[in-house]
């Protein structure tokens, strides 16, 4: 494993320590560290810190209401086979991959919503982390229900770690779940892990169970927010959307109604899934929700059920298999909320302001689609 | 989309027909292999007049070009250049005349030569000065038949399209539309026949008109494909059947080049990036390099300038849309006539079809931005040599004799190499994109990844 680090890894792991050494700093101190932040702006040191001295000063703590704004990636969905089987979605991904590098500057991370592999298989998925360790920007990832099924989240594990965490960065709160959690429907029918695997695969069948948070998730997830105060930013990702959309598609989740019932006293919240591979956003009193494009196709929309607010994308073109796929950009703002970037491959982008959601789609509405949704 | 009539063609009958294209064979066949050329590389005027007198139908030329649906014709023509008799001759004239040019060398002759194809068979064009242009030229037959035009399709119609290259630095070099008609607005005939095209003196808007309404007699669509369609059985060959089917088939030219009564040039009007200019250039770079460019001058003159005469030239339709998904994105062309128009691909890389069809049997060069329908094709060299026999089908009756001559040449030019020919590609046994997912130098800040 190469020693490398990226600039923006060195970048933070310095600001980390600069932060750190201003912890019961005294005046003479003080000066040294910010003589060593200006030595490093004007080149006398290795310039991995930008930290002047206006920077010097403890950022607020997590999840207080107005703060720095900043800005991160998503790549999410690209179902990867083994590369023998399927290369056009490693391409997708590959592609993603190039267009998040190519930013300019860098987000500050790269969030990654889940269903990296197609059936779970470790090959998949280890294929999809070679693949993304081409990011330069920092990973997140989230489990999606295609990397888990196969053998119960073993290897996706291995690979990332456990698929529930939270995490500050510069003063918001996120916190990714694990929203595909099922029911045991496989052991009584005596099912192999493929099987189990490719019946959560498919779509339109009453053999499995639905996706939930479940019990355990939500009580972790409510202490996790206790400290927060109820104007914090925060934002939540879940692959599955956090709401009730389509069940015979699993564009649901069993128990979005008691999640959002933890997430109800913020003053707002954003909710970020993966899952549906489309132009899809929604409100529910305080929470926004959005939904994340694939890179590998996009889904039609529901036949029933669709949220007002949502902007439908057009019909993809049946002979250009990355038309209605894509990735994008969010730039988080200083009171919480966010533009969501859409960024189609082959169609312009959307970007969905915060106006839109905040006024129930009366303001800032996207340029429509000049073709028919589907 | 066009509505095209196929049999036989507009009031002709079958003898008729007939007659006609043993004639035309005949005084094609006339044309001396070794004719004048200016230093330009292009046949003298004269001889280019000669051969086209021979080329256009004699039916009135202002009249519907056969085979073409008169709906659909009116459709084509705008309604402020009707065609007249009047304005196709002013037109060709203009086509013809080196006065538009600031050196008194290029004419739209020049390089869309009556004499090879209505383009110039060279890679690149050459302009005023022998510069050379970042572009291949596309023959000037069927133009008007195009939704757009120009390889980004920067322009939306013939009239608008004239224009341009007469003032591009790299092409005919005059300073604007001012200079041009500064030009010929002395000569007397010219103004006489502007005053009878259009009623007004020479003006640059209406040189843009009558060299298209003149563009508009330039329709070849009478291929043995054509016939072929139509019911004649014996019109291609069995190798150029098989191609045909593969042409729909395996091969995948159909996603892209659709072929049918109704759409009989060969193209989806739309854009592309087939993983050409990828070979040789660094996208990131160009895109920011050309945007800055066009925010200091916007202008429609610039984009000309930048498109045909700098490296920017590879981003194709990104330099008209900005679109970061549109870089290296070219318009479809149509492969009409596509036998006798070598060498190919916007930048005239290649050299023969067989090349076209080794670069897509690769499923193209892998770039970030490569359209999602290239795939590796995996065909045999029987299948290659199939397709490229239906595309030499393609061509119109009266270019049969160049038809030939290059099917041969391109034959003999397959035969010595094959630059573009990657078997390991094409079977997929090495996939484009392998050499980038080794890297292993971020590792390290995705470890835990959270």
């Known amino acids: ?374 | 989309m066009y509505c095209v009539k196929w049999f036989g063609g507009r009031g002709r009958s079958g003898v008729a027909a007939l007659t006609i294209l043993v004639a035309m064979a005949l005084i094609a066949g006339d044309v001396p292999k070794d004719v004048p050329r200016d230093e330009h590389g292009a046949a003298l005027v004269k001889h280019q007049e000669q051969v086209l007198d021979q080329l256009l139908p004699k039916e009135p030329a202002d009249g519907v070009p056969a085979g073409v649906d008169p709906v659909t014709w009116a459709s084509l023509v705008p309604t402020d250049n009707a065609m007249t008799p009047e304005r196709i001759a002013l037109g060709r004239k203009l086509y013809f005349d080196t006065r538009l040019s600031a050196d008194g060398t290029v004419s739209c002759a020049t390089c869309h030569d009556t004499t090879r194809a209505l383009t110039d068979q060279r890679a690149t064009s050459e302009g005023i000065r022998k510069q050379l242009g970042k572009r291949n030229a596309p023959t000037t037959a069927n133009a008007a038949l195009l939704h757009v035009l120009f390889l980004d399709g920067r322009s939306p119609t013939l009239e608008h399209q004239a224009k341009a290259p007469i003032i591009n630095p790299v092409e005919m070099g005059m300073a604007d539309g001012d200079a041009a008609v500064a030009a010929i607005k002395d000569d007397a005939e010219y103004q006489k026949m502007f005053r009878a095209a259009y009623g007004r003196d020479v003006n640059y808007e209406d040189v843009g008109r009558a060299i298209a309404a003149f563009e508009r007699t330039l329709v070849f669509l009478d291929s043995p494909f054509r016939r072929f369609l139509a019911g004649d059985e014996n019109a291609i060959s069995a190798d150029a059947k098989a191609g045909w089917e593969l042409f729909n088939g395996k091969a995948r030219c159909v996603s892209c080049h659709p072929m049918s009564p109704s759409n009989p040039l060969g193209t989806d009007n739309r854009f592309h990036n087939v993983g050409v200019s990828a070979r040789h250039q660094d996208f990131e770079k160009l895109a920011r390099e050309a945007l800055k460019a066009m925010a200091d001058d916007p202008s429609e003159q610039r984009l000309d300038e930048l498109a045909v005469g700098t490296d920017m030239s590879e981003l194709g339709r990104f330099m008209v849309t900005h679109n970061r998904s549109e870089i290296g994105v070219f318009r479809t062309l149509q492969i009409l006539n596509a036998g006798i128009t070598p060498p190919y691909m916007h930048d005239g890389s290649m050299e023969t079809l067989w090349d076209v069809m080794d670069h897509y049997n690769k499923g193209g060069e892998p770039n970030p931005f490569l359209d999602g329908g290239m795939e590796p094709l995996a065909l045999t060299e029987d299948e290659i040599n199939q397709v490229v026999a239906f595309l030499f089908t393609l061509t119109d009756d009266r270019f049969a004799d160049e038809n030939q001559r290059q099917f041969a040449e391109q034959k003999a030019k397959a035969a010595q190499k094959r630059p573009f020919r990657d078997d390991d590609m094409a079977t997929r046994r090495t996939l484009g994109f392998e050499d980038r997912i080794k890297a292993e130098a971020n590792a390290d800040t995705q470890k835990g990844a959270k």
């Open chain 1, 1 to 374: 494993m190469a020693s490398h680090k990226s600039v923006e890894t060195k970048y933070y792991e310095e600001r980390e320590r600069l932060y750190r050494g201003l912890v019961n700093l005294d005046r003479r101190a003080f000066l040294k560290v910010s003589a060593a932040a200006l030595g490093a702006t004007a080149g006398l040191i290795a310039p991995t810190s930008f930290t002047p001295v206006t920077v010097a000063q403890e950022p607020g703590p997590a999840g207080t209401a107005s703060g720095e704004s900043f800005r991160f990636a998503y790549i999410s969905d690209s179902h990867l086979y083994e590369k023998q089987i399927n290369d056009r979605f490693a391409r997708g991904l590959m592609r993603a991959v190039d267009d998040v590098n190519n930013l300019d500057p860098q987000p500050d991370f790269v969030f990654y919503g889940g269903d990296l592999a197609q059936l779970g298989q470790p090959k998949e998925l280890e294929f999809g982390a070679q693949i993304l360790k081409n990011l330069k920007a920092p990973l997140k990832i989230m489990v999606g229900e295609h990397d888990w099924y196969f053998d119960m989240g073993e290897k996706w594990q291995d690979l990332y770690g456990p698929p529930t965490y939270s995490f500050d960065h510069k003063g918001v709160h996120f916190v990714v779940l694990n929203s595909v959690v099922e029911a045991d429907f496989w052991t009584a029918r005596k099912m192999t892990p493929m099987e189990r695997m490719k019946t959560v695969a498919g779509l339109d069948n009453g053999t499995q169970s639905s996706f939930t948070v479940g019990q355990s998730q939500r009580e972790w997830l409510e202490k996790d927010l206790a400290p927060l105060a109820d104007d914090a930013r925060v934002i939540v990702f879940s692959h599955s959307p956090l709401y009730k959309l389509y069940k015979p598609w699993n564009f649901w989740t069993d128990d979005a109604d008691e999640v959002q019932a933890i997430l109800r006293r913020f003053k707002q919240v954003v909710v970020i899934h993966g899952h549906t591979h489309q132009v899809l956003l929604n409100r529910i009193g305080n929470i926004y929700f959005y939904g994340l494009l694939s890179t590998a196709w996009p889904w039609p929309y529901a036949p029933e059920g669709m949220p007002e607010l949502t902007v439908e994308m057009e019909r993809s073109d049946p002979f250009n298999p990355t038309d209605g796929c894509g990735n994008g950009e969010v730039p988080v703002h200083a009171d919480g909320l966010i533009d969501m970037v859409y960024n189609l491959w082959n169609r312009n982008p959307i970007t969905v302001k915060p106006g839109y959601m905040r006024s129930w789609g009366k303001k800032d509405v996207p340029p429509a689609p000049n073709r028919p949704s589907y």
